[in-house]
């Protein structure tokens, strides 16, 4: 089971109370939804969202095995946390007391779902799709987009220095036969870097293995539209807490959070992000990258 950062942080930051009403829009193992469940009380409620699949399967199974008799507290629901708002008026959820948002992907994608999240993994197929809604593989992309396009993906979501040599070498290479696996996207990344530069502290093909991924899931709109349909949900003194894993997602719930706190309608509870400590960094690697930022919601 993913290893969730930040336990502690998450619900201090949400301002939990017993009987509040809390979306988890990241479920994924339901490692945050079971804290929250488990401080609201049995008169509170958590609606708990999970867009891939084979995780919401997973889900499922974790949360009746941690309440055999059933808990009325936990709301399940698959799809994309882009719906918050939709769903909290179709199930008459509200008024929504907070919503926490853990970005990316889960350990699962790298570890175990064979979707090509993984650059350790020579022979899968580059799919990298978070839920089958999506239409689009890593590998139709990079077989599909101009020259220009991948470029534009590989230097505004990996910040990628050498985003246009490794479009042209993507370009190169479909053209001998479509990229097809992770193997092929690595061999166009590596004929893309210049020798000097493929020996580093971080793999060669690291930001450009990200800069994919965000594209396939459409990552960074997602966020932005996911935290203006959260901010909709909210009641007023309602929360937003945000934990982000690199500068491109932090960047975004940033400007909209100071956004906001310019127009006087919410409340900045951290100025700058809340970093882990060296005991969790120790117990928990992921969290090594993570930042949490929070808001209160003012009218
Ligand atoms: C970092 S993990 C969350 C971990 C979880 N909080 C825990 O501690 O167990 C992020 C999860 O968000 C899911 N996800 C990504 N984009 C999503 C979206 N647009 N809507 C809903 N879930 C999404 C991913 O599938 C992944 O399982």
């Not at 990229?179 to 530069?197: K, M, Y």
């Amino acid at each position: 089971v993913h290893e969730p950062v930040f336990r502690h942080e998450a619900l201090e930051y949400l301002g939990i109370r017993p009987g509040g009403r809390y979306i988890d829009a990241t479920a994924d193992g339901g490692g945050h939804t079971i804290d929250i469940a488990n401080a609201i009380g049995p008169t509170g409620r958590v609606l708990a969202i999970e867009w891939d699949e084979t995780l919401f399967t997973n889900l499922e199974e974790r949360i009746a095995r941690t309440w055999p008799r059933g808990n009325n507290a936990c709301v399940l629901q698959r799809t994309s946390y882009v719906q918050i708002e939709n769903l909290v008026r179709s199930l008459g959820f509200g008024p929504v007391d907070g919503v926490l948002f853990d970005l990316g992907l889960s350990s699962f994608h790298l570890e175990r779902s064979k979707r090509g999240f993984s650059f350790q993994n020579h022979a899968e197929e580059l799919d990298m799709r978070f839920s089958r809604d999506l239409r689009e593989t890593g590998a139709d992309i990079l077989n599909a987009r101009t020259h220009d396009e991948l470029a534009a993906i590989f230097r505004d979501y990996g910040q990628e220095r050498f985003a246009d040599r490794i479009a042209a070498a993507v370009v190169a290479t479909r053209g001998r036969r479509p990229i097809r696996t992770v193997g092929d996207f690595l061999d166009a990344i590596a004929a893309g870097i210049p020798a000097r530069f493929r020996r580093g502290k971080i793999h060669p093909a690291t930001r450009a293995f990200q800069a994919l991924r965000i594209a396939v899931n459409r990552e960074f709109e997602n966020i932005e539209a996911g935290l203006a349909a959260a901010f909709a949900a909210l009641a007023p003194r309602g929360r937003i807490a945000v934990i982000a894993f690199h500068s491109g997602e932090d960047g975004i719930v940033k400007r909209r959070f100071r956004d906001w706190a310019a127009r006087g309608e919410a409340r900045l509870l951290t100025k700058k992000p809340i970093r882990p400590g060296a005991d969790e960094v120790r117990a928990n690697p992921r969290a090594r990258s993570a930042m949490l930022r929070a808001i209160e919601k003012i009218s």
